[in-house]
């Protein structure tokens, strides 16, 4: 445990990384339920990959864990109903970045749940699945990685021939400034967590589990290192605060001094990284055979008088987190869905939260908008800051005259759209959005390469 | 329905700014103004103020009359392009020396390629350089520290108020004559306004480094290849060669180190491209010193180097994340 003054020797990551202001005001805020909207959208395709189909019609009765979206494809979800009554339509309906998904309308009558789903609130601690068994039933409830990314949680656990992994990681790093979710999960949620992470190293079929959370969060290291006690093989390893330690190649270099290769995964050097709002996840699933249908959210901003973390349903307008918490602070220019080194910025409030919604962030005009961009002073911070070793000054420049082969040369598609080299830029170049856009063209260029 | 700024991510700015990076490196001179002013009394003051604001105009003049862009020649980067031209010159230059110098650095040596971040030498070095070509007798002239400090008209007395730098004394070969090491360290010598008091150079090198503009790289990298190379020398033949504490205290290579060869704009991007910037450019200088005509070599050496940025750029890149082989 970590007591304050104490100097610790933390581990971190070596290469690059940056530290903005964590500004976490929420972190005291105990999760607090939210009142139910009159009527959610829950869209199809909150995951990585295909889309789930939908399984219900308009003027279908649903009950909250009602199966209302079939993933079907290999890398694909379920989607739940997280609320009962009648389905309003199964309609296109614009998501966060304004483009139209399928999205199954429901009107709120009362809360009844599935007789299936168990809502005592007492602890299970035996795993009676069998590892099959255990990959089933994430899949059946749709789990998907709480972390930001939504990549469905099965397919991790679906190991190849051939790989072996000796390690489960919990990415419990939360390093994006604002977002407090995580760490109010691991303070009231630390045994389901425990157990979570038990059921994890059962269906991977591995013996060790690391958790990795950063020293910005002394009492959810304290509780989970008092559980994890009793728990042999999972290690707590407090970290550095060091941004981007929660990204997924970072934090397995900072736990297990492990690098993934260019273009490889996590379970080519033995790992399955999970995240730990995914532990959760799992253990309702498992144990209680409750699927994802509700998150915890972080709203805050430096302007607003109450920021809190609540548990809510998805397809709850983000509307509704705003009343509660006293309405839009007075001179808002740009809403966050997510955290604001990565997150995306909305066009309305009137947007759904999704199984991916870790935050919202409420920024004010001095906040919002960016600054004049000035000429490259070649000052080489973006090349000190990059943490995958890539040279954004360089990137910025070729993306920005079209020559996608040298983008492709140089490694582009390695980025992990940090935001660390536009974050540190002195000249505020927009470096990532480059980068991006060279990203974007050479795997246009990849894939038409491969059809010929 | 509010209308909500939608941008990509980052949403997040670090405070770091080109004023932050440009005004920091002036209050980083400071020491060395003081030390100047100090030696060289007012003239000292005269010829850094005349290339300061000569600078800034110039620049000034040449975005709004000749590249009609937005004005930034406020950002700093001028004034440090002045101020470092100034302290390399000798306080007895006539004051329209350095106005001309001042034009040549800003006009020729940055705003010639586009302006800030563009330029591929060292500005200050630059105009020092054409000053050192078509002014020789007067930037080779070093007036007496202390002595000359309170003293306007120096050209009228140069046989009283001026003497060699101990590096000219050096290459002329009069050991007997040659300054103590506490006078090099403190800068009770002759040479250039700012140069010669290496005390207060780290001072305002540590000040940079604390602050995160500069990395200690470059500077120790340069000042340990000239220590290193004229103590091979010093110890292959203490009688013809001066020891190497000696060398990294005078002349301009603490100045050059510190505040020149970390010009941002002139370096390399890559930590390994800034070693063999840096090491190369102590080669040169130890060279020029030794072997060469002129008794310093500092300002050549750094922009030979400044030529060679572009080619260690496209050859030496960072190391890859995912290149450590360390599983399985």
Redesign the interface.
């Given at each position: 445990m970590i007591k304050k003054g104490e100097v610790v020797k933390l581990k971190t990551f070596k290469?690059g990384g940056?530290h903005?202001?964590e500004n976490k005001m929420a972190a005291g805020n105990p999760i607090e339920p939210v009142t139910l909207p009159k009527r959610v959208t829950v869209h199809l395709n909150q995951h990585i990959g295909a889309p789930a189909n939908p399984v219900v019609k308009k003027g279908d009765t649903v009950k909250v864990g009602t199966l209302i979206g079939k993933g079907e494809a290999f890398i694909s979800a379920n989607i739940h109903s997280p609320v009962s009554g009648k389905v309003f339509s199964v309609d296109p309906v614009a998501d966060g970045s304004g483009y139209k998904v399928k999205s199954v309308i429901i009107d709120v009558e009362g809360d009844e749940w599935e007789e299936s789903i168990d809502r005592s609130p007492d602890l299970k601690k035996e795993i009676t699945l069998e590892p099959s068994q255990i990959v089933d039933r994430i899949k059946e409830c749709g789990i998907v990685g709480l972390g930001g990314a939504c990549f469905p949680s099965h397919v991790k656990y679906m190991i190849p021939e051939g790989k072996k992994v000796d390690t489960v990681v919990i990415n419990a790093v939360e390093c994006e400034?604002y977002l407090t979710a995580d760490d109010r999960i691991m303070i009231e949620k630390t045994e389901e967590i425990m157990i979570g992470i038990e059921i994890m190293k059962k269906a991977a079929g591995v013996e060790k589990a690391i958790v990795g959370i950063e020293a910005n969060k002394p009492e959810a290291i304290a509780k989970m290192e008092k559980a994890a006690s009793v728990y042999p093989g999972t290690i707590i390893q407090p970290l550095k605060v060091m941004y981007p330690q929660g990204a997924e190649?970072q934090l397995i270099?900072s736990v297990l001094?492990?690098?993934?290769?260019?273009g490889?995964l996590p379970l080519d050097?033995?790992c399955v990284v999970n995240n730990v709002g995914t532990a959760l996840a799992v253990y309702e699933a498992v144990q209680k055979n409750k699927p994802l249908i509700e998150r915890v959210v972080t709203v805050t901003g430096k302007k607003l008088t109450k920021t809190a973390n609540y548990m809510v349903r998805v397809g709850t307008p983000l509307s509704v987190l705003v009343e509660a918490v006293g309405g839009?602070p007075e001179g808002?220019?740009?809403?966050?869905n997510g955290g604001?080194?990565?997150?995306?910025?909305?066009?309305?409030v009137d947007i759904p939260v999704t199984k991916g919604t870790s935050g919202i962030?409420f920024?004010d005009k001095a906040?919002?908008?960016?600054?004049l961009t000035?000429?490259?002073?070649?000052?080489?911070?973006c090349?000190m800051v990059?943490?995958?070793?890539?040279?954004p000054?360089?990137l910025e420049k070729i993306a920005d005259k079209e020559r996608w082969d040298e983008v492709e040369k140089l490694?582009a598609t390695?980025c992990i759209?940090c935001?660390?080299c536009?974050?540190?830029?002195?000249?505020?170049r927009?470096l990532?959005?480059l980068i991006?856009l060279g990203k974007a063209n050479v795997n246009r260029i990849r894939w038409e390469r491969s059809k010929k | 329905?509010?209308k909500?700024?939608?941008?990509?991510?980052?949403?997040?700015?670090?405070k770091?700014?080109?004023e932050?990076?440009m005004w920091g490196v002036v209050i980083a001179l400071i020491p060395a103004f003081i030390s100047s002013v100090v030696n060289f009394g007012y003239r000292a003051v005269a010829v850094t103020a005349v290339a300061l604001i000569t600078c800034v105009f110039c620049e000034y003049l040449i975005q709004k009359f000749l590249m009609k862009c937005e004005i930034?020649a406020f950002?700093g980067?001028a004034a440090v392009t002045g101020i470092l031209l100034a302290f390399n010159l000798p306080s007895s230059i006539p004051l329209w020396q350095v106005v001309v110098g001042s034009i040549v650095a800003i006009a020729v040596g940055k705003m010639a390629f586009?302006?800030?971040?563009?330029n591929p030498f060292n500005p200050a070095l630059v105009g020092r350089g054409f000053m050192l070509m078509s002014f020789p007798v007067d930037m080779t002239t070093w007036p007496i520290p202390l002595k000359s400090a309170w003293e306007w008209d120096i050209a009228s007395k140069l046989d009283a108020m001026t003497s060699a730098t101990p590096l000219g004394v050096l290459k002329e070969g009069n050991f007997s004559e040659l300054p103590e090491l506490w006078d090099l360290f403190i800068g009770t010598v002759g040479g250039s306004l700012g140069e010669t008091s290496a005390l207060a150079i780290i001072i305002g090198g540590i000040y940079l480094i604390h602050r995160k503009i500069i990395t200690w790289h470059i500077p120790v990298l340069y000042l340990g290849t000239i220590f290193v190379l004229t103590g091979i020398m010093w110890l292959i033949n203490d009688t013809a060669n001066i020891n190497p504490v000696f060398h990294i205290l005078s002349g301009g290579v603490m100045l050059g180190g510190f505040f020149m060869m970390t010009d941002?704009?002139?370096?390399?991007?890559?930590l390994w491209g800034q070693v063999i910037f840096a090491v190369g450019a102590g080669v040169i200088c130890v060279a020029i010193r030794l072997f060469g005509a002129y008794p310093e070599g500092c300002m050549f050496s750094i922009l030979i180097m400044n030529a060679f940025v572009p080619l260690i750029?496209k050859y030496i890149?960072?190391?890859?994340?995912?290149?450590?082989?360390?599983?399985?």
């Open positions: 290469l940056v903005p202001p400034p190649k270099k001094n492990r690098e993934v290769p260019s490889k050097v033995g839009m808002t220019e740009k809403v966050i604001p080194m990565m997150g995306k910025a909305i066009p309305s962030i920024m906040e919002a908008r960016r600054k000035r000429n490259c002073i070649r000052c080489a911070k090349v990059c943490p995958m070793g890539l040279e000054y360089l490694a390695d759209e935001g660390s536009s974050y540190t830029c002195p000249s505020s927009p990532l959005d991006r | 329905m509010s909500f700024i939608v941008s990509l991510s980052p949403h997040e700015k670090g770091y700014t080109v932050h990076v930034t950002d980067s586009g302006g800030l971040g563009k941002m704009v002139t370096s390399p991007m890559s750029d890149k960072p190391k890859k994340f995912g290149t450590e082989v360390n599983y399985g």
